[in-house]
């Protein structure tokens, strides 16, 4: 996740990043759905439907070995969880993730009244980044940030793919319990 590219933007940018966010995605993830039916899964948007959707996704991504950031000391380039989850995913896999990414927030609003789509607060990790807010303790579902993490865990740490459900639950809790 680029963290300096969402700090650099101003309010209006981001909310524009966030539009065309919802926008490109809503558009792009009618194939996803229609591959995953072809698949015999059911993407209606629920939250029960996230963690089959999410699963697919996990046996359809690929990736490469990074370059190691310079920027990071060596003290963490040179261990053995740096260099597990140094990598990254080709651009068709970076599209899934991406689409992914839509989904989940996209299931959370639809299904839990109070729930929108926003962009992160300026002094969180989350800053400009387009997230699901109405959560309580004023927490914001960064959805890109968290697909992406999800899928690194169970590629990286071979985390079990119910991890997913785990994390659903996770937010689903956070923002009062499913409907």
């Known amino acids: 996740m680029d963290f300096r590219f969402f700090e650099s933007l101003t309010a209006t940018q981001a909310k524009d990043y966030l539009e065309r ?26 939250i029960p439907s996230i963690e089959p959707v999410f699963g697919w996704a996990i046996e359809s991504l690929r990736w490469s070995t990074a370059a190691t950031d310079s920027d990071l000391p060596t003290w963490i380039t040179d261990t053995p969880s740096y260099a597990s989850g140094n990598f990254e995913f080709d651009e068709p896999s970076r599209a899934i993730v991406l689409r992914c990414a839509y989904y989940l927030g996209r299931s959370f609003v639809e299904t839990i009244p109070g729930l929108h789509w926003s962009t992160g607060p300026p002094d969180r990790a989350e800053c400009n980044m387009p997230i ?39 937010w689903a809790d956070m923002a009062g319990g499913l409907p």
């Open 21 to 46: 966010f919802l926008q490109v995605e809503s558009e792009a993830v009618t194939k996803l759905v229609l591959d995953l039916l072809n698949d015999g899964i059911e993407a209606d948007y629920s």
């Open 132 to 170: 699901v807010a109405g959560f309580r303790h004023d927490m914001g579902m960064a959805v890109m940030l968290i697909t992406d993490n999800l899928f690194r865990r169970i590629i990286a740490d071979s985390a079990p793919k119910s991890e997913v459900g785990r994390t659903v639950d996770y």
